[in-house]
């Protein structure tokens, strides 16, 4: 590439993701009406975008749909839910937008003991981006009232078959997300072994692994739980459970296997 270019005038000059395709496999794109039809899958077309142009991805309910009715276990407030959504994620959102653009604007790239504005970009980056990630998958995994799972489940066989029980699954995950220092408590299905494994994140993006998929993300940073529970982490975790939507869990876990 011609490093005068930058990456999105390199996309122009290329003709486009079809081109760079061809580029990789060494073959011209096919000429057609079209030039990205043929050599891109019906995925990329539809979800890929340029750099800069992540967008919040909207609640699948209403910011009040999580409450409970138990006195204790009271589910999580609307307040909690829009602060997290609408601050919090649209936060992540705007600030890995910001960066992209920001390192697609540079001019030069020669990162060095004297200047730390490149690295701390792409640290940046990978944090903003997995949090975005991690939050889209916390709200999908959620459903009002919570759905149950069942044991014909295939995820609910896994967890059995992984970690002994569906209790000692549940035992493990609710010491993940109880531990202090910890931000997030991840169920993840890892192709490097074929498991199911409880993952610890301390932040968005340390303690994640490799190619493994996740299925479930609970949140336990403070701005999830504590307008409503105060420092009882604990009481969150629990009214947590109670909202989870195993269908869903059990779909994304269908999804997974089928990749292995
Ligand atoms: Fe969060």
Redesign the pocket.
Known sequence: MDERLGRRAFLGAAGGGAALLAGCTGSRAPRSADPTAAATPAWWRAQSHGPGQHALKPLPYATDALVLPEAKLRGISAQTVAW?HDR??AGYVKALNGIELDVEQLSTIAPDSADETFGDLKRRETFNASGVVL?EI?WDRLTPGGAPRSADMNVVGKLAADFGSFERWREEFVGTAGTPSNGWAILALTPHDRRLHNYACSMHELGGVWGAAPLLAL?V?E??YYHDYGPDRAAYIESWFRLVNWPAVEAAFLAAARSL
């Open positions: 997290h919090h994620q939050h916390y949140d940073w701005h999830a």
